[in-house]
């Protein structure tokens, strides 16, 4: 038994931790005092202190009395993806993502859990493969290299902490989740956060609650009108904006199906009905937000899930595989029969214009890739810049200004050809590692690498009609920056297993 073990036995210390807790509770309130005067009558300023000195005290607590606490930073690294996890310390700008300097609660939380690996753990072995981290290094760079040459303000300056924020991220999830019960409280805790975002996304829908809270990302006014969530009864979740959720989900939900579908038995019974019950919330959620490229990618990832979870069945469990997919897929026909007049809505009404507006985006876009060929304009750059090319006869520019609706063009037009080749690379780069993560006899390491192989498609083709800037803090960047360091933990947790058999069949 350690030192503060001993310290603090159960037999003898009772009085002392009770006294450790009313103390913190009692500095906690006088805290509360003083940051709410600090905080100077700003809720984003009182937050941020707030949550900073709620962090140490909850850290120092833990830390007295040796309570789990790396377990419920786990959980709440994981939450952070579901809701707007970054405060903005102060603005330069009302319009563009970010718009100033941002506090990053998912980032602070998995530096905590990259500390813990070092500490605790003691494990030393890379995180990344050579390549992947050479990749990410050239990416970084072509951003850096944009910002520069582009002469951007400060706002590009933000984006490139941002970009470097989600770099951070993805380290953090590679380092702390390769391991095999890590990984299974991870697609766990993503299974609740999809559980939660399609209650909250059906209730937003139904009762019009809860709305209007900003600050936690159910999206502001503005962006609200934006995406014509109040004309088509649109719902957003804790994602700000109805097709950003989509999007998001739209990715999730294979991740969280695929161990029902492989039937790991890793997950318990309990486990499986949690994540199966989030799959159906999470094609709920999606199914509100009427964003029909987010449709499209998760029709493709359900049938893909569907169709490749069959490969690694034994053979009894093959033959009543499509008899229980088939009766599963009726059951959730069945109880989503209140949405189909929306769907029906959203397939054959007018769209406003949406998708032919879209043409000459693509067409502004191009050009400013000609113009810019290798650096780019910039990240976050894209707004301030479109205009001077926009040679378009309706001038989409003013009609729409918003950045062209494929992140591919978006990220190719911000940073120069080069960095987008290599943003698709990265793409590629985690897609074929779950390939090879699905020709595994490990069921787990199979079905994991198959639901995230199937996630990455789904990011694609939502991506192909949805905008994000490498320096955005929104929920779709930040998630595919996730979604590639699971990966990377997969395969990070394949390479501690193979150097282990080589070890025993040398000993």
């Avoid at 999730?252 to 009905?273: G, K, N």
């Amino acid at each position: 038994m350690n030192s503060r073990a001993g310290k603090f036995s159960p037999n003898s210390d009772t009085p002392k931790r009770l006294a450790l807790i009313g103390g913190l509770v009692s500095g906690a309130g006088l805290l509360g005092m003083s940051v709410a005067t600090a905080g100077g009558g700003s809720t984003v300023n009182t937050l941020a202190i707030g949550g900073i000195i709620l962090f140490a005290l909850g850290a120092f607590v833990s830390w007295a009395l040796e309570l789990p606490a790396i377990g419920v930073v786990r959980y709440v690294f994981i939450a952070s993806f579901f809701f707007k996890g970054d405060l903005t310390v102060f603005k330069v700008d009302e319009v563009e993502d970010p718009s100033g300097l941002n506090l990053s609660i998912t980032l602070i939380l998995g530096l905590i859990l990259v500390a813990y690996d070092h500490f605790n753990d003691g494990e030393q072995e890379r995180v990344f493969p050579v390549l992947f981290s050479i990749l990410l290094a050239a990416l970084f760079v072509c951003a850096a290299v944009s910002v520069v040459v582009s002469g951007s303000t400060s706002l590009g300056g933000f984006s490139l902490l941002s970009l470097f924020t989600s770099i951070l991220i993805t380290f953090a999830t590679a380092s702390h989740f390769a391991r095999r019960d890590r990984l299974v409280q991870l697609i766990s805790g993503l299974g609740v956060g999809v559980l939660l975002t399609g209650l909250v996304a059906f209730t937003q829908s139904t009762f019009d609650w809860p709305t209007n809270l900003p600050f936690l990302g159910t999206g502001t006014e503005a962006e609200q009108l934006g995406t014509q969530s109040i004309e088509l009864s649109r719902v957003p979740g804790f994602l700000r904006t109805p097709n950003g959720m989509a999007w998001v989900i739209s990715c999730f939900v294979p991740v969280v199906l695929a161990p029902v579908i492989c039937r790991i038995e890793r997950f318990t019974f309990v486990q499986r009905i949690l994540l199966l019950t989030a799959g159906f919330a999470g094609v709920v959620a999606v199914i509100l937000t009427l964003a029909r490229g987010s449709w499209l990618g998760l029709a493709v990832a359900l049938i893909l899930v569907v169709m490749l979870g069959w490969y690694r069945l034994s053979q009894d469990e093959r033959r009543t595989y499509f008899l229980s997919a088939s009766a599963a897929l009726i059951l959730t026909g069945a109880l989503l029969t209140p949405f189909w007049p929306r769907i029906y809505d959203r397939l054959t009404e007018d769209d406003r214009g949406a998708a032919s507006i879209r043409v000459p985006m693509m067409e502004n876009a191009l050009r400013m890739i000609e113009a810019n060929p290798l650096t780019g304009v910039g990240v976050n750059g894209y707004r301030t810049e479109m205009t001077r090319y926009d040679e378009t006869g309706i001038f989409v520019s003013q009609v729409f200004p918003n950045p062209v609706h494929n992140v591919f063009a978006h990220v190719t037009v911000e940073i120069g050809i080069p960095g987008g080749i290599i943003f698709c690379l990265l793409l590629v780069f985690a897609f074929v590692e779950c390939l090879k993560a699905m020709t595994r006899h490990d069921r787990l390491v199979f079905g994991l690498g198959l639901g995230l192989a199937v996630a990455l498609i789904a990011f694609a083709i939502s991506g192909f009609k949805e905008p994000a800037s490498l320096g955005s803090v929104r929920a779709p960047m930040r998630t595919f920056f996730l979604l590639i360091g699971i990966v990377m933990a997969l395969a990070r947790m394949q390479r501690a297993q193979s150097i282990d058999r080589y070890s025993l069949i040398r000993e």
